[in-house]
């Protein structure tokens, strides 16, 4: 059985380790995804200015929005005054924001998974249409079954956020809403 479990870092790494295991043995293989909206322009600009905005900085905060920041490229492309795409130094911002994100939120489910005798592979992939990007990353390892969080962040705790309500209703497989 192939299980894909998508995360954004909410997911108690515990639950879900007691879930897997409830689904394959120890020793399987566990893909473990990430979906991240990465918002080029905003992180290129805050290294041209400075002021100490790193890709450090912005992913520990929790994104653009939690640094005051709203629109992520488009506010990026507005703040430049340019209308037009902000011009790179080079990726090292982009690519330290990415691996930031995807340590951030896959690292302790990870290392849960590796305690528990799991073989976890970790990936991410870029994409500001989640649910897709799930289902995608499903059909493509061919997993039989997702498991997901019942809430993202800022949801209701007491509803299916919008992100596993879409990933429920479009899977190619059976999916698991862990809580």
Known sequence: MKILVATDGTLDPKATTRMVSHLVDPGAAVDVVTVIN????????MGEIGGGWDAATVARAG???????????????RLAGRGQPVPSRG??????????ERDRRTGPLATALTEAGFVPKVTF?????TADAIVEAARRAKSNV???GATGRGEDPGSLGATA???????PCTVVVIR
């Open 125 to 129: 992939r870029e994409s500001d249409r």
């Open 38 to 45: 990465v918002p080029h322009e905003f992180l290129q600009l």
């Open 165 to 171: 309500t879409k990933v429920v209703r479009r899977a």
């Open 91 to 100: 990726k090292t911002i982009v690519e330290d924001y990415i691996a930031g």
């Open 63 to 77: 994104g653009p929005a939690q640094v005051g920041m709203t629109g992520g490229d488009r506010e990026a492309t």
């Open 146 to 148: 997702i498991c997901i």
